[in-house]
């Protein structure tokens, strides 16, 4: 089974910077996108970054542009999320997914890691 673990969220201030990893097993292929998600209390889940292993090429929601970097180690089969410039309305529950085809169809889900910024 395709499994997805998220880790190193946290509390930072405004202006800090995180890097999250998303950690995958059960698939080595390179035709599948990994993408991350943003999770606010009452609000719709927000796609913020996605990676897409045929060509490496990466797609970021607005928001975030020139503040977060989405990369993979291919060796440790991880996907990273490196975030500067941290706002408090950049905090939520941060979620990886691994999906198919184009545009991906994100069916594993990993459980997610906090991320407050204050």
């Known amino acids: 089974d395709v499994q997805l673990v998220e880790s190193g969220g946290g509390s930072v201030q405004a202006g800090g910077s995180l890097t999250l990893a998303c950690a995958v097993s059960?698939?080595?292929?390179?035709?599948?996108?990994v993408g991350w998600f943003r999770q606010r209390p009452g609000e719709a889940r927000e796609g913020i970054a996605t990676?897409?292993?045929?060509?490496?090429?990466?797609t970021y929601t607005d928001s975030v542009k020139g503040r977060f970097t989405i990369s993979r180690d291919s060796e440790k089969n991880t996907v990273y999320l490196q975030m500067n410039s941290l706002q408090p309305e950049d905090t939520g529950t941060y979620v990886c997914?691994?999906?198919?085809?184009?545009?991906?169809?994100?069916?594993?889900w990993g459980q997610g890691t906090q991320v407050t910024v204050s």
């Open positions: 997914a691994l999906g198919f085809d184009y545009p991906p169809d994100f069916n594993y």
């Open positions: 059960g698939y080595r292929g390179s035709s599948a996108a």
């Open positions: 990676f897409y292993q045929s060509g490496g090429g990466t």
